[in-house]
């Protein structure tokens, strides 16, 4: 048993229903108890979709168990295809009608329904909510799309999705073009290009990106084929079929209740019709099963989120051929090797650099202009699913110019991938779901920003440390109304908006640092331009002062409560003199300094020794 | 001041109509219940008692109800948890118990600050027949005399949502000291927001009923006593389970009406004053002004909500007070009201006086009942989380049930808040031009 304050992730039939509930004309039946529907509110009010998920639960009763729940979960199914009838069904168990063993396969099997019934085995007290959408997104592409290479359709086949991208969602803000990638003249790549692209592709495009996270998804029957994985067999593609039209892929990934998945999908539809790749399928967001049958029409595939596409996309290369994409395109360098890893995967020539060119983000003009100075070397714990938190690692140390103070993800099936990024940032990993581990860390790195989810969040305000937030489980207010892709170009200025945001600003955070007994500029003021009246500071300004009293006593690692013996007075009254962001560390090297010389005491003069030493 | 019981009499009054409606025709339905289970209760427990802690025994589905069910990611720790059963603890029930008692001290070494723990049982810990009553004793034994620990049900198979309060409050019952007195004292039983708890013991002072208790404490050491001479009051509707434990302690329950409106605080305090033989003429100085100034809150609201109707779904078994309280009180038109469960016995006098045309119905078959709404096109529809959004997409303005339950609503004093409640999304929808 894990005693949980909080948790990451739900159980894995919450992943099923992120899948379902993304895709059109599927319908998930749920053998569960009574409760179980809470599920319906996280995409009806956190997420605020006007639609209920599709989705049927037995609702069994304690009195039902000693009677026939297996004829009850063979009702609900029929009725919930007569009512709904949907073009394919998933069924399955929830963590109670797991243990009672009702088969909802087999009996869905007898039920003889006209549509293709897809059973979800998603042990739920070994798997949480990321495996679940995985292995269902997975089950949905392996039985609907066809065993073998579908014929290669004609560029008519291409059906459009709506005109606002993703059916079933608010449509997008003008000016934000679903582009589809309608310009044509550059898609006639020769042979011999596609194929050099394959064969130099493990070179530029891997070794900048940080890390291939697809693959690495423990449990799954599919899991033993990493060697032709990475062998790359492009010559199956049978790329003279290709030629006289535009190259095309899928885009995997996208759920509901996902992190910006809704604008992330947006964005990158944009940036390939810009590359000149078409979109054939978007999935599962917007998808219904026959999208899911002409997946292998296109010539790759983008897998935007690893932990839910990984294991489908590595099934479609083995089916079909296709490629899949490596790289996720978030922050600026990121995106621009994702263009690369796409034009290769397309067979289109390597764009060449154009120092001249507008950069097609505002983030390295941001980050290099003088006024963020001020951000340099400030530390930074990135705390999210692998796939946010490498990707945010990066972006934070080579567009910020932060330093990483830690790292770490609650997607222990990608556990690899982040120690090994850890190692490279010269922080140690963590790997973890127990959200007091988390905070612990949190407080013994002493960061001056975290990036991380809603949990993160909470842990930042106990600590007076601000926060941004970086990937899912996100609350309400992470489902913004306006555009805000976390990935391409766009994304890349949102990154910079949202993560500077939070941050005391440059010439205030010298004034707090000069004018300690300032009424205004106390520990617990929040930076001056999150006053009173915007939205994202209300809740830090009402908490701040008591909480901060509250987390002081609270928890060790912080400030007043832990101060050991040698403190001298002065010291004390000189330490609290340093603005609260920058106190914690300014204590400790202090103290380790003091250690390290075996001093009895820390003065005054001590404590200037260690400001001394420590800035080198 | 205390006179002779008036075991006799109850709420048989002036005011009251006699019975007969209460045999109206129910509706039972059977099917997909989009309801919370009874862990959700744990949502405003855990403030309520405030040194108690409530530790579910379940699964990863009941973590992430409680997290995001009450909408409750909440800054603060929360004095709640969930241990989580995996794999192992499958395998065999001495493993679980062996890691239930692993997860307990661990949280008792990091929470010295509770005094009582309860223990509560889920779907997945039933279904394995996981017995908590024995680790709860089991634990007891080794933690007191400084931790009390109890357990109680609140899974979805055994409960709906306040019915989780229900089992709560039943398992304080046993708790509770015997009463040492032969003078009546009378107990309130059910959650009350601290605020509308001390405003009641006002006006039961005022009307010299002195000997005055709540259950649940606010404070885990500050049980009340009850016993033969002990007359209870229910606060809520929903207590079936912790009335007959309290029965069984030789406790006798003062039936009345429930605490929602100016017009039902009265009948509920007239009851308890009818039981303790108050003078009418005390009882009328001690509530007449509170009266008059919750009838003059509920005046503008009557405007407003006079005439629209009203659609309950089942959510939290406060759905027939409420539904007599806006139709008698505010004038509104009731077409359905569901409640999940219908406890005859203790809403027989709220029953007496809903109107006889209103459909009642009890559990629920939620898409059968959709296509009910959406006949009926209510004015206003009262549901859960899950099905607002949908039903505002489709041009039905609703209420969120769950406020009912995080707002004070009951008492002279928050009548009018309570009539606010349901003309909010009506004002609402009249002042918005996109």
């Known amino acids: ?616 | 001041m205390n006179g002779p019981l008036n075991l006799a009499g109850g709420i048989a009054g002036a005011s009251l109509p006699t019975k007969g409606c209460t045999e109206r025709p129910v509706l039972r339905e059977r099917g997909q219940r989009e309801v919370f289970c009874g862990l959700t209760g744990i949502v405003w427990l855990h403030r309520k008692i405030q040194d108690a802690f409530f530790l579910v025994v379940g699964s990863r589905t009941c973590a992430h109800l409680m997290q995001s069910a009450a909408g409750v990611m909440i800054f603060a720790e929360p004095r709640f948890a969930t241990a989580v059963m995996e794999e192992r603890d499958l395998a065999g029930l001495a493993d679980a118990n062996e890691e239930l008692d692993i997860a307990v001290t661990r949280l008792i070494e990091r929470r010295p600050d509770i005094k009582m723990l309860f223990l509560v049982g889920s779907c997945p810990s039933e279904v394995i027949k996981l017995d908590l009553s024995r680790a709860a004793a089991r634990l007891s034994e080794r933690y007191a005399p400084d931790v009390r620990i109890l357990n109680y049900s609140g899974s979805g198979i055994e409960t709906t949502f306040t019915q989780g309060e229900d089992n709560c409050l039943a398992a304080l019952v046993p708790q509770l000291p015997e009463v040492e007195t032969a003078a009546p004292q009378l107990l309130v039983v059910g959650a009350l927001a601290d605020v509308v708890e001390d405003q009641f013991a006002r006006l039961f002072d005022a009307m010299g009923i002195d000997d005055v208790r709540f259950l649940p404490p606010r404070r885990a050491r500050d049980l009340p006593p009850v016993g033969a001479s002990t007359r209870y009051l229910l606060a809520q509707p929903f207590l079936g389970e912790t009335a007959r434990v309290l029965e069984q302690r030789g406790a006798s329950r003062i039936a009345a009406p429930f605490p929602l409106g100016a017009e039902g605080t009265t009948l509920w305090l007239k009851a308890a004053a009818d039981a303790f033989g108050v003078d009418p003429m005390r009882f009328r100085s001690a509530t007449a002004a509170a009266e008059a100034r919750a009838k003059r809150a509920l005046e503008p609201f009557r405007a407003e909500l006079s005439g629209r109707s009203i659609f309950f779904f089942p959510d939290s078994q406060l759905e027939i007070p409420l539904a007599r309280m806006l139709s008698r009180e505010l004038g509104m038109q009731l077409t359905e009201v569901g409640t999940p469960y219908l406890h005859r016995q203790h809403l027989a006098e709220e029953l007496a006086l809903l109107p006889g045309d209103v459909q009642l119905s009890e559990g629920q078959d939620v898409d059968r009942q959709l296509d009910r709404a959406r006949a009926a096109r209510p004015d206003i529809s009262v549901c859960g989380l899950g099905l607002a959004n949908p039903l505002e997409m489709e041009g039905l303005t609703t209420k969120w049930s769950i406020e009912l339950l995080f707002t004070p609503i009951q008492g002279y004093e928050q009548a009018g808040d309570l009539a606010g409640l349901f003309a909010r999304p009506l004002d609402r929808k009249t002042r918005l031009r996109v």
Request: aromatic share 8%; glycine share 8%.
């Open chain 1, 1 to 616: 048993m894990q005693l949980t304050v909080w948790t990451y992730e739900g159980p894995p039939h919450v992943g099923a229903m992120r899948v379902a509930t993304a895709m059109e004309g599927v319908h998930y039946v749920l053998h569960a108890p009574q409760g179980d529907t809470y599920a319906d509110l996280l995409f009806t009010m956190i997420e605020r979709r006007s639609k209920r998920p599709p989705v049927t639960y037995t609702t069994f009763e304690a009195r039902d168990l000693g009677t026939d729940t297996a004829a009850l979960f063979q009702r609900t199914l029929i009725s919930a295809y007569e009512r709904f009838q949907p073009q394919a069904m998933l069924v399955g168990a929830s963590c109670t009608a797991e243990l009672i063993q009702d088969d909802p396969a087999g009996l869905a099997k007898a039920s003889n329904l006209p549509v293709p019934v897809i059973p979800l085995e998603l042990p739920s007290y070994q798997r949480k909510e990321n495996w679940g959408a995985a292995e269902t997104f997975y089950q949905v592409v392996r039985t609907l799309a066809g065993s073998g290479r579908a014929a290669v359709a004609d560029a008519d086949a291409l059906k459009p999705l709506g005109s606002d991208g993703v059916p079933g969602n608010p449509p997008l803000p003008a000016g934000i073009s679903p582009t589809r990638g309608e310009i044509v003249d550059v898609g006639a790549a020769p042979q011999s290009s596609m194929q050099d692209a394959k064969a130099q592709d493990d070179s530029g495009v891997r070794a900048s990106s940080i890390s291939p996270l697809v693959g690495e998804m423990p449990g799954r029957a599919e899991g033993g084929d990493a060697a032709s994985l990475r062998s790359g067999q492009g010559d199956q593609l049978g790329p003279t079929e290709k030629n006289a039209r535009r190259p095309s892929c899928n885009i995997l990934g996208p759920t509901a209740l996902g992190f910006r998945h809704r604008d992330d999908v947006a964005e990158i539809r944009k940036l390939l019709g810009e590359i000149g790749v078409a979109v054939n399928v978007v999935a599962p967001l917007g998808a219904s099963p026959a999208d899911i049958a002409r997946l292998g029409e296109a010539d790759f595939n983008v897998v935007l989120y690893p932990e839910i596409a990984g294991v489908a996309a590595k099934w479609l290369k083995r089916t079909f051929g296709q490629e899949f994409t490596t790289v996720v395109p978030i922050g600026h360098g990121a995106t621009r090797d994702f263009v690369a890893e796409v034009r290769k995967l397309a067979g289109l020539p390597t764009e060449e650099a154009d120092e001249a060119a507008e950069p097609a983000s505002r983030l390295p003009w941001f980050s290099r202009s003088v006024d963020s100075n001020y951000l340099t070397g400030k530390r930074v714990f990135v705390f999210g699913d692998a796939t946010h938190a490498l990707a945010a690692a990066r972006v934070a140390t080579e567009e910020f110019g932060f330093t990483l103070c830690g790292l770490g993800t609650y997607s222990r099936e990608f556990a690899r991938d982040i120690r090994a990024a850890a190692e490279r940032y010269g922080v140690e990993a963590l790997i973890s779901d127990d959200y007091l581990d988390v905070e612990a860390a949190i407080a013994a790195a002493q960061p001056e920003l975290v990036l991380g989810t809603q949990m993160e969040r909470h842990i930042a305000k106990r600590l007076g440390v601000a926060c941004a937030v970086i990937s899912a489980p996100v609350h309400v207010q992470d489902y913004p109304a306006r555009y805000s892709p976390q990935m391409g170009f766009e994304g890349a200025n949102v990154l910079w908006d949202s993560w500077v945001h939070p941050l005391v600003m440059g010439l205030e955070e010298h004034l707090l640092g000069m004018f300690r007994d300032d009424f205004e500029f106390n520990d617990a003021a929040v930076p001056s331009h999150l006053g009173s009246g915007v939205r994202v500071a209300a809740e830090p300004a009402v908490i701040a002062a008591p909480q901060m009293a509250e987390a002081t006593l609270a928890s060790a690692p912080a400030d007043t409560l832990t101060t050991p013996e040698i403190w001298h007075v002065e010291a004390e009254a000189e330490l609290r003199k340093i603005p609260f962001f920058v106190r914690g560390k300014a204590r400790r090297n202090t103290e380790k300094f003091a250690a390290e010389r075996g001093l009895s005491e820390i003065t005054v003069e001590t404590l200037y020794d260690a400001k001394a030493h420590y800035s080198r």
